[in-house]
C-alpha cells in the first residue's frame, strides 16, 4: 500500500455510514459551474463545490492581464443552454465572461453551494465504504461519494528558467498575476514570450509605454480576427430573435470547428485545411507589416500550424513597425539587476519585465493540483506518469471509481472550452444518475472499455497535425513528456458530445455496499 495513503488513512479519516456530500465539485470556474448547474436540474442537491479563490469564473477570474479578451467567438464560446445577447463584441474581453460566469452562477442559484478560500490537498478512497475522504488546506477533512475534478488545465502560471530571474530589481509580473494598477506609461518593458497571452497583451503594451522589448524564442500563427463592437441594434435583435442568436452561433462554431479542430485533427485526411490557414496566417502578417519584409521570415513559424494554440490579431504585427517596439530574437543568457542580457552580451535595461510564459499543463502535480488515491492506493499523478495519461472519453479512470475528471486527458475540444465542459459534465451526470437508479454506491469503468478507448485514441492520433507537420519544433504545451498530445481529443465536438450523451451505461460496473 501506498504510504502516503495509508497514512492520510490512519490520520483518522472519517468512515461514518454516510457522507458529507453526495459529491465534492473542486473547483468553481466554467466546469464545476456546469457540473453544479447539471446536479440541480437532475435534484441531486447534495453536493458543494470547493474553490480555493474567493469568487467564481476561473481563468476568467484570475487573468486581469491588458488586452486579455477570448479567441474564440462569443457566440461560440459561452454555453449552450445560456446564450448571451449582450456581448460586448464579437471576441469579447474578459470582463465580459467573467461578469457571464457571475451572471449564471445567481441565476442557477449556485451560490449556496459555494465553498471559497478552500483549497483540496488530497481525495482518498475508501474502498470498505466507497467514499471519497477530501483533506482541505486548513486541515479539516469531508466526505463524499463521488467527486467530480474541475480544476482546469492552465491555472498554474510558470515562470521561464533564465539565470539570474530573480536577481532583477525593476517589477517583474507573471501575466497571470497581473496587476491592473500597475503604471505602464513611458516605462521600459520587456515581454518574455509570444503564446496567445502575448498576442493579446503586445499591442496594448505598446500603446502605453516607452520602449518595448519583445523576446521570441519560438515565433506563433496567427489569422486575421472577425471582431467588432456588436451594436445596441443587433444585441436587441439577439435578444428578441432567439433564432438569430442560435443561427450566429452555428456559423461561428462551424468556422471555429474547420479551423481549430477538423484542420488539426484530420490533419492527414485534409492537409489542404492546414495550408490554407499557412497562407491566412502569413496573409496576415505581411498586410500589417508591408514595409518590414525584414521580419517576414522571424515572424513565420516553422512548424505546422495547430502544433501550438495558434491565435487572432489584426494588430500584432504591426507593432513591430513601431520605433519604440523591438524584437529580439538573439537567445537570452540571464537576467541581471537592470535588465535582459542576451547570449551576444548586449543588456538592455528595463523598468518592468513582464513574463508571458505560460502555465505547468501536462505535469504530475499539476494534473490534477492535488494528490488522489484510488481503491488500491495508486495515485492518480503516479499512475498517469507511469502510464501515460489516459481516461475513459476524458473522464473516468480505471481504480478511480466515483471520480469524473473535466478536462481530463485528451478531452478538450479545440473549439470552445465551453463544449468540452458540456460534453464531461453531461458523461459524469449520467453515471451519477445511473448508479442512484441502481442504489449503487460504487460506479467504475470496465478496464477493458477503457483499455479499448485509450487505444482508439492513440491510433486516431495518427491522423492528426501532431505527428505529422514539424510540430517537433513548436515547443508545444499540447504535448506531454513522453511524447504524447494528451491536451486535444482527436474527434470533432459533434462526435464528442454525441457519445457524451450516449455511450453505454453498461461501460460502468456499478455496486453497492450492502450486497
Ligand atoms: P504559452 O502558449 O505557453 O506561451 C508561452 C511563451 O513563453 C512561449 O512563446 C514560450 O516560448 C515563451 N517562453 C517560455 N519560457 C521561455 C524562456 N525561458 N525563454 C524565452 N521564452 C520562453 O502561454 P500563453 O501565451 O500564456 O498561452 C497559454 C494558453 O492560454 C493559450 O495557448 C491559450 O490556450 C490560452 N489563452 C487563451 C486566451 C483566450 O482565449 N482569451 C488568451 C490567452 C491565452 P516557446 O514557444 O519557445 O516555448
Known sequence: ???????????????????????????????GMAAGIKLIKEDMTSFVIVERASGVGGTWRDNRYPGIAVDISSFTYSFSFEQNPNWSRVFSPGDDL??????????YGLYPYFRFNTSVVSAIFDKATHMWTVELGDGSYMTARQIISATGALIETKDP??????????????????????????????????????????PELAREVGRLDVYQRTPIWVLKKPDGDIPPILKSAFRNIPLLQRGTRL???????VVMVISAIYYKQFPWLVAWAERAGVSNMEQQLPDRQDLWDTLT????????????????????????????????????????????GNLREIDILVLATGYRVFEKGNFPPYTIFGRDGDELGDFWER????????????????FYNVLGPYSLLGTS?????????????????????????????????????????????????????????????????????????????????WRAKHFSLNNYVYSDLKK
Open 301 to 344: 513559424p516553422k512548424y505546422g500550424f495547430s502544433c501550438k494554440r495558434p491565435t487572432f490579431s489584426n494588430e500584432y504585427f504591426s507593432v513591430f513597425a513601431e520605433e519604440h517596439v523591438d524584437l529580439v530574437t538573439t537567445p537570452i543568457e540571464k537576467i541581471e539587476e537592470k535588465g535582459v542580457v542576451t547570449t551576444d
Open 98 to 107: 467573467h461578469n457571464y460566469t457571475k451572471r449564471i452562477a445567481a441565476k
Open 161 to 202: 528558467i533564465i539565470p539570474g530571474l530573480d536577481s532583477f530589481k525593476g517589477i517583474k509580473i507573471h501575466t497571470g498575476h497581473w496587476d491592473t494598477s500597475l503604471d505602464l506609461k513611458g516605462k521600459r518593458v520587456a515581454i518574455i514570450g509570444t503564446g496567445a497571452t502575448a498576442v493579446q497583451m503586445i
Open 251 to 257: 456559423a461561428t462554431d462551424v468556422f471555429s470547428e
Open 417 to 497: 472550452y465551453f463544449k468540452t465542459v458540456e460534453g464531461n459534465t453531461t458523461h459524469a451526470i449520467r453515471c451519477i444518475k445511473e448508479a442512484k437508479k441502481r442504489n449503487a454506491t460504487c460506479v467504475e469503468i470496465r478496464q477493458d472499455v477503457h483499455d479499448a478507448y485509450f487505444q482508439d485514441i492513440i491510433k486516431r492520433q495518427q491522423n492528426t497535425i501532431f505527428f505529422n507537420h514539424n510540430c517537433g519544433t513548436a515547443n508545444s504545451y499540447y504535448f506531454d513528456v513522453n511524447g504524447d498530445a494528451p491536451m486535444l481529443r482527436p474527434s470533432t465536438s459533434v462526435e464528442s458530445l
Open 387 to 402: 502510464e501515460r495519461f489516459q481516461a475513459y472519453e476524458g473522464v473516468s479512470v480505471p481504480n478511480f471509481p466515483n
Open 1 to 31: 500500500m501506498n504510504v502516503a495513503y495509508k497514512e492520510a488513512i490512519e490520520k483518522g479519516v472519517k468512515q461514518a455510514a454516510n457522507p458529507d456530500y453526495e459529491t465534492v465539485i473542486i473547483g468553481a470556474g466554467i466546469s
